[in-house]
């Protein structure tokens, strides 16, 4: 597994989430823009070369859809000048952790279900479990003596299934959820064809990661070449009063 292959699976779960989610996909000089309209969020994926008329048209587009969030996932050697002309700042930087799918031997956690059926989403939560009918994609669920505790999925682009938006309720924490939705989703995409398992954090979420035994220990590597997060975000501005002043923008955390 290397940093690309986890790049081409974050490009591909990005454009699966905003069809999704009733956005769009398209593709401009190239430049592949995902449009997340279920939360307002326009992403740059992983681009190789970045023309400045490109990246202001970009902006424009998300001016045009009110967004609130342009964000660019770039690759550690990849020139992002047009970027910060076009007034993107430093963002958040992830890193790659994964694991061999033959590695996860631990039996299934009864707590956690793969399923699609989840009353506590709202409308747009909802919208965004018509992706569970994809093939290649899964939603997990872990309850606790029947109450929502966690949630998290898995998409599989070729041999690697990335681990996306797992989330434990800070109530459940610390017992073991995180390790049952990552195994739960491991044999599906496993069963599925896929090799292997990556997901991304920050820092320092990826040392609590490693540090609970998210992933499994044995074959369990850290890729050490994080890619760059560069957002673009009006501080104290409405979704709508997008700017690019670059006066204006301000850092933010994981999405």
């Not at 599925?192 to 499994?216: C, E, M, S, W, Y």
Request: glycine fraction near 10%; charge should be positive.
């Amino acid at each position: 597994m290397t940093v690309a292959d986890c790049e081409i699976n974050q490009a591909a779960w990005n454009a699966a989430v905003a069809v999704a989610g009733g956005g769009e996909v398209w593709e401009d000089d190239g430049l592949l823009w995902s449009w997340q309209a279920h939360d307002g969020q326009l992403m740059l994926n992983f681009p190789r070369a970045i023309a400045p008329a490109s990246a202001c048209r970009g902006v424009k587009a998300a001016r045009e859809r009110g967004a609130r969030i342009v964000g660019a996932w770039l690759a550690s050697d990849v020139d992002a000048s047009s970027l910060q002309t076009a007034g993107f700042e430093r963002g958040w930087e992830p890193w790659w952790m994964g694991a061999a799918l033959q590695s996860i031997t631990e039996p299934d956690d009864p707590r956690v279900t793969i399923t699609a059926d989840v009353p506590e989403y709202g409308p747009e939560g909802q919208r965004l479990l018509s992706l569970a009918d994809t093939p290649g994609a899964w939603h997990a669920v872990a309850r606790v003596d029947g109450r929502f505790a966690g949630r998290a999925w898995a998409f599989a682009a070729g041999h690697v299934a990335g681990i996306y938006d797992m989330d434990v309720w800070p109530a459940f924490q610390r017992q073991g959820l995180g390790r049952a939705l990552v195994r739960k989703l491991g044999r599906s995409a496993r069963a599925a064809g896929a090799q292997v398992a990556v997901l991304n954090a920050t820092p320092r979420r990826a040392a609590a990661v490693l540090r609970r035994g998210v992933l499994p220990r044995r074959h369990r590597h850290h890729l050490l070449a994080p890619p760059r997060v560069r957002t673009q975000r009006a501080a104290g501005c409405s979704p709508r009063q997008l700017t690019v002043s670059i006066a204006s923008h301000r850092r933010l955390g994981p999405p």
